[in-house]
Every structure is written in structure tokens, then in C-alpha cells.
């Protein structure tokens, strides 16, 4: 068990404080001198109407030392803790290395359930740069989730359904040329470029447009084919790039699969009174809570993205009785979430409290929007092919002699794009520049699997690990801050999950990394003394094993060569 939760159940009964706030109060100081933990007391000073350094002399006369622990002063106003740090590296590093690539799991959420909905790109458009946060922080937090014992199912609510597709069957009536399937997401967005410019000279295409819209809503036969194939076109090419990227989805239920499961719905908002007719439309009236009208169905009779979503939510609470449902999408989408979540609970789903937005900030690309400077939209899969690109040229510079250079280039490159949006909090907009994503030497994913495929490298050189060794010959500072970070990663996991944040695993990987190469320069690892030798090299060996799981857990590889 973690140090700080075994301080923190032996300070509360004698503080009459509860063990998670304590556990808050508790700091690792900077200096080992002044011991591993610290209490700061002047927390308690008022509910005890003392000085702080009179509280904590009398903490430390009533305080019995836990296991683990060898020593507690009073210093000033804080008590301060010393690890038993033999015992302390024994039990960290032969758990790590005892569960291997499960450590960082737990079984806290067997038998719960949740739905986490990411990415949801729109069909016969382009997978651009700005799907990337929902992608990658979605991915992050379905395998956080999943390594957490929850079960998880991972949809991506594909932006399959609008009068768009209209247009896109009259183009391609017009001016198609192959067969459809043919068709890459690149040539179906020209054909809806070339729409839009036509239909500016002959506004009656608008009208042919809504008519094959109508085909496809009615379920005619050659509409649903042709809206089908440009549907199976964009999903077999994005599956490419998400493979690229270790995404994957148990469901692609998109918005068109909500057709016939929107009327129940609007039913019910009319028989309860929620609805109401305002000129023609269906909404819902919402300025008692301060927000504009969510609209169910429009004048013309046809539903709408808010419709969808409450059938969608509805839907998966029937199908998976989730006890959460995550939606993965960027801030902008704020109100409409406000709005539909409001309305479900007007509607009496007491559950929509175990709905989350689980929103984002912008991802700009430096000196510009995502947008290229011709205006058009940077596509996702080209900027992962730059980055492998130059990866690639970094690597030839840097280990000439390389076997593999180009799988580690691609493990690399992409890995650098998604540590982009996963290294800070999300709701931080995210500048993207190509010098701070691939620096081999920032708080870069490079740098983290740099350090990952050097903890590599020596185990390799030492040949055999040795399975006996003496933890405690692990007292100097470089290794009890490495063990202190590498003992801290599966609480990170925890944290995450409970935060939505990915960030916070990736930062506990930061931390760890920056330790170990600090360890790596101040220390040999390939000591003289063979004790000391062993026991570092199963620190180095816990270092790279908990690398691999937080490197992972985001969604990217660790290379063992690069
Ligand atoms: N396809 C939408 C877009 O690209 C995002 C869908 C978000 N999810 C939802 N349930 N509304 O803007």
C-alpha cells in the first residue's frame, strides 16, 4: 500500500481529522533531510486552538509509528516522517515486478460498467487534426478505465446523418466516375466541394439535394446503397489512421442508428407536458434554467442532433446500464450538452447524473488555427505522417545503427502527436509546434519512450537479471525518489480516472523518467559490488515495466530499441 495512506490512517484518529483530507495535507518534502513525508500541522490549529509546533509535539507523543515507518519529528510546526526505506524499496519493487504488466490494474470496477463515446468523426468528411483531442483523450481514459476492472465499451457516435448526404448523392450522381466504394474521404469531400460551388450558379441542385435526402430518410433502395457504401468508404479508411494510433471501438453506432428510436422520445416529451409547438417546432423551453430552447423537432417535421443524442443516451442506459457515461468532446458543444442533460432530467432519468461531459480545449497549430493556410482543414493522417517523417530523420541522426528505424519512427511520431493533447489538462487549449512535440530532451512522449528504450538497453547489456537481490542497498537519494515515483503510478491510474484526466498518468511517467535518468547518471548501475549491481538493475528493470504500463494506458507503444 502506498506510504501517504498509511501515514494518513494513523495521523486521523489522533488529529479526529478524516484519513482523504489528511492524505491531502500530507507533502513530500523537497529536502530528504527533512524527512520522506510531512504533516503540515497549522492545518489543525484552528479546531485546536494551539500553535502549530505546540500540535505537533503532541501529535508526536500520541502518534504510534506505523510499519514502514522508523522515525517522526517535530520541527516547527510539522511532523516529519522517515520511510524505513529497505523495507519500503522491497515491497515497491518486488510488487512491480511481481505483476509485471498489470501493475497500475485493479479490480475496483468489476461488475460496473462504462460507456465512453470519443472521437465521433463525420462520414464522407475529413478526419482532421481537430478530432485528435477527443481521439486520443477518449482512448486514454477507456484503457485507464478498462485497466481499472471496469467494464468499458468504447462507441464512436459517427456523425452519419444530415441533409448533407443529399448533396453528396447528387454530386456524385453528376459527376461520379467510379464506383462509390472507390471513393477515399479526400476524393468524397472534393465531390461536396464541387457541390457547393455548382449549386451557387444552379440553386436547383439544393432542390435535387433535399429530395435524395428525403430517398434516404424514406428508406429508398438505391439512397440507402449508395449512403452505405460512402458510410463503409470513410470507415475502412479511418480505421487505418485509428490502428495507427491504438484506437478501437465496440460500437459504431452513429447518429443515423437513432432513426427509428427518436419518436418514443418525442412522445414522451409531449404526453408529460415538457415540449411545446413555438411556430411549428417542437422545443423545449429552458429559461428557467437560463438557456436558450432545446429544439426536438424542426417546422418542417425533421429531428435533430439533440433528438439523437437523447434517444442515443437513453438507448445505452437500456442496452449497457452504464453506471457512467463519458462524452468525449471539445467545449464548444458545452450548452448543447447542458441543454439535453437538463432535458433528460425533466424527463425523470435519474441517471443523466452519471452522465459526463468529459470536455476539451482548441488544438491550434502554431502561427495559425488547424486549418492550413489555404484554409483547408488539416487532415489527421498527414500530420502523423510528418511527424514520422521526421522522427525517422532524428533517429538516423541520433542511432545510425539502428535495425528497425521505421517502426520506431512510427511508434514515435505518433506517439509525440497524442502526448500533445494528453500531457495537460484538457480544458487547456493546446499550441501545437513540431519543435516542442518531437524534442527528444522536453516533457515529450520521445523523451519518456527515449528513457523507456534505455532502461532497455541496460538490462540487455547486463544479460541475465538477477532474481535475488537486497532492496535495501537502494538508499541513496536518486533511487528512493525513483522508487517513490515508480511506488506513486498506481494511484496516478486511480486519479485519472477519477479526474478524467489522462494528464495525470502522464505526468506520473514524466516523473519517474526524470528520476531514472537522474538515477542513471548519478549512480552506476553496473556497480563492482555485485549486491548493489543486482539491486539496481531490478530498479532499472520495475523503472522500465512501469514506463511500458503508463505508455500503454495512453495509447502508445514503448519501444524497446530507438
Ligand atoms: N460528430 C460531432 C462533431 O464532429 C460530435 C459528436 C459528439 N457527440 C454527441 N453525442 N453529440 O461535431
Redo the contacts with the bound molecule.
Keep these: 500500500m502506498d506510504s501517504v495512506k498509511i501515514l494518513a490512517a494513523a495521523l486521523a484518529p489522533v488529529c479526529g481529522v478524516d484519513e482523504t483530507a489528511i492524505s491531502d495535507w500530507i507533502e513530500v518534502p523537497k529536502n530528504t533531510e527533512m524527512g520522506d513525508y510531512a504533516f503540515p500541522c497549522f492545518r489543525l490549529s484552528k479546531t485546536m486552538r494551539k500553535a502549530p509546533n505546540m500540535i505537533a509535539a503532541e501529535l508526536k507523543e500520541k502518534l504510534e509509528l506505523p510499519e514502514g515507518f522508523v522515525k517522526c519529528e517535530a520541527v516547527g510546526g510539522y511532523l516529519n516522517f522517515f520511510t524505513d526505506k529497505g523495507a519500503v524499496a522491497s515491497t515497491v519493487l518486488s510488487r512491480v515486478l511481481k505483476e509485471g504488466d498489470a501493475y497500475g490494474t485493479s479490480t475496483e470496477g468489476n461488475g460496473k460498467t462504462v460507456c465512453i463515446?470519443y472521437s465521433?468523426?463525420?462520414i464522407a468528411?475529413p478526419f482532421g487534426f481537430h478530432?485528435l483531442p477527443?481521439t486520443a483523450i477518449g482512448n486514454a481514459l477507456y484503457r485507464i478505465y478498462k485497466a481499472l476492472g471496469y467494464n468499458t465499451v468504447g462507441i464512436n457516435?459517427?456523425?452519419d446523418w444530415g441533409t448533407q448526404f443529399g448533396k453528396m448523392i447528387t454530386a456524385y450522381k453528376l459527376w461520379g466516375d467510379k464506383p462509390v466504394d472507390d471513393y477515399s474521404i479526400r476524393e468524397l469531400v472534393a465531390l461536396y466541394v464541387r457541390f457547393h460551388d455548382e449549386a451557387e450558379k444552379d440553386p436547383a441542385l439544393n432542390d435535387t439535394a433535399r429530395a435524395w435526402f428525403h430517398k434516404i430518410e424514406s428508406g429508398d433502395p438505391e439512397a440507402l446503397e449508395l449512403w452505405t457504401k460512402m458510410k463503409d468508404a470513410t470507415i475502412r479508411e479511418v480505421k487505418v489512421t485509428y490502428a495507427r494510433m491504438g484506437v478501437d471501438f465496440d460500437s459504431w453506432a452513429g447518429?443515423a442508428f437513432y432513426t427509428d428510436k427518436m419518436q418514443p422520445i418525442i412522445d414522451e416529451l409531449r404526453e408529460k407536458g415538457i415540449s411545446k409547438l413555438d411556430h411549428g417546432a417542437e422545443i423545449v423551453d429552458l429559461s428557467e434554467w437560463n438557456m436558450p430552447p432545446c429544439m426536438i423537432v424542426k417546422s418542417d417535421g425533421s429531428t435533430i442532433?439533440a433528438t439523437?443524442?437523447l434517444a442515443?443516451a437513453c438507448y445505452r442506459k437500456e442496452t449497457y446500464d452504464f453506471s457512467k457515461l463519458l462524452?468525449v468532446?471539445?467545449y464548444?458543444?458545452d450548452l448543447?450538452?447542458k441543454q439535453f442533460f437538463k432535458v433528460l432530467e425533466l424527463m425523470g432519468r435519474d441517471w443523466v447524473k452519471d452522465c459526463v461531459h468529459v470536455n476539451f480545449g482548441m488544438v491550434s497549430m502554431e502561427g495559425g488555427s488547424f486549418h492550413t493556410r489555404e484554409g483547408k482543414v488539416l487532415y489527421l493522417d498527414d500530420v502523423l505522417d510528418a511527424a514520422v517523417e521526421k522522427t525517422y530523420e532524428i533517429i538516423c541522426e541520433k542511432s545510425p545503427d539502428l535495425e528497425d528505424k521505421k517502426s520506431a519512427a512510427e511508434a514515435v511520431g505518433v506517439g509525440a502527436i497524442l502526448w500533445s493533447v494528453l500531457y495537460n489538462s484538457r480544458i487547456k487549449d493546446v499550441t501545437f509546434s513540431w519543435d516542442k512535440v518531437l524534442n527528444f530532451d522536453g516533457e515529450t512522449a520521445p523523451y519518456v519512450q527515449y528513457t523507456h528504450a534505455r532502461s532497455c538497453s541496460v538490462l540487455r547489456k547486463a544479460g541475465t537479471l538477477p532474481k535475488e537481490f537486497d532492496a535495501s542497498l537502494l538508499d541513496d537519494p536518486e533511487s528512493t525518489a525513483l522508487l517513490k515515483a515508480i511506488a506513486a503510478f498506481p494511484e496516478a491510474v486511480k486519479s485519472a480516472a477519477e479526474k478524467y484526466e489522462p494528464y495525470v498518468v502522464a505526468r506520473s511517467i514524466m516523473q519517474i523518467s526524470n528520476a531514472f535518468n537522474r538515477f542513471y547518471y548519478e549512480q552506476r548501475i553496473m556497480a563492482d559490488d555485485e549486491a548493489v549491481r543486482a539491486a539496481r538493475l531490478a530498479l532499472c528493470d520495475a523503472t522500465r515495466q512501469t514506463l511500458k504500463n503508463g505508455l500503454n494506458l495512453l495509447g502508445l507503444i514503448a519501444p524497446e530499441r530507438m
Excluded: P
Design positions: 463515446e465521433s468523426i463525420n468528411k478530432h477527443s457516435h459517427l456523425g447518429e442532433y439523437r443524442d442515443a462524452y468532446v471539445a464548444q458543444q448543447h450538452f
